[in-house]
């Protein structure tokens, strides 16, 4: 038996290629159902929630937001974020005046207010 999944639960995101390397250049995943989706760009998360901000090929970008005192929305943010670094995905955790700072992240930080995600650009000697 096959599950369907929702198709505004999975995200297409485009990733960047510069030079003549073979580069993957679009990706997907699946956001999981105890996830939440902010799809109104006015809409902020809810206090004691944390933000994924992820480029998105047709919406600009889809923010996936997690309770920061639950723990299985934890647990599936953390794979989303491994998922997503193994796709090619850089980092960056929101500086405290909500703008992207220089702090690439590696591991995901549940605490983080705001992630956001930007599309590794492969750049080549010449």
């Known amino acids: 038996m096959t599950t369907a999944v929702a ?3 999975v995200i297409e995101f485009s ?3 510069a030079g003549n390397l073979p580069t993957k250049l679009k990706g997907n995943i699946e956001v999981p159902e105890c996830l939440g989706l902010l799809n109104d760009p006015a809409a902020t998360p809810p206090k004691g929630f ?3 901000r992820i480029p998105t090929i047709k919406d600009g ?3 996936v937001i997690w ?3 639950d723990i299985q929305q934890i647990a599936e943010a953390q794979i989303t974020f491994n998922k997503l670094i193994a796709e ?3 980092a ?3 500086g405290l005046d909500g703008k992207k700072s220089a702090e ?3 591991e995901f930080d549940p605490h983080a207010e705001e992630i956001i995600f930007v599309q590794m650009q492969v750049v080549t000697g010449g």
Do not use: N, S, T
Request: aromatic content about 4%; proline content about 0%; overall charge positive.
């Open 7 to 9: 198709e505004d639960r």
């Open 15 to 17: 990733l960047m290629k």
């Open 50 to 52: 944390g933000c994924m």
């Open 61 to 63: 970008d889809k923010r």
């Open 67 to 69: 309770d920061k005192a």
């Open 88 to 90: 090619g995905m850089k």
């Open 92 to 94: 960056f955790r929101v």
């Open 104 to 106: 690439e992240i590696h």
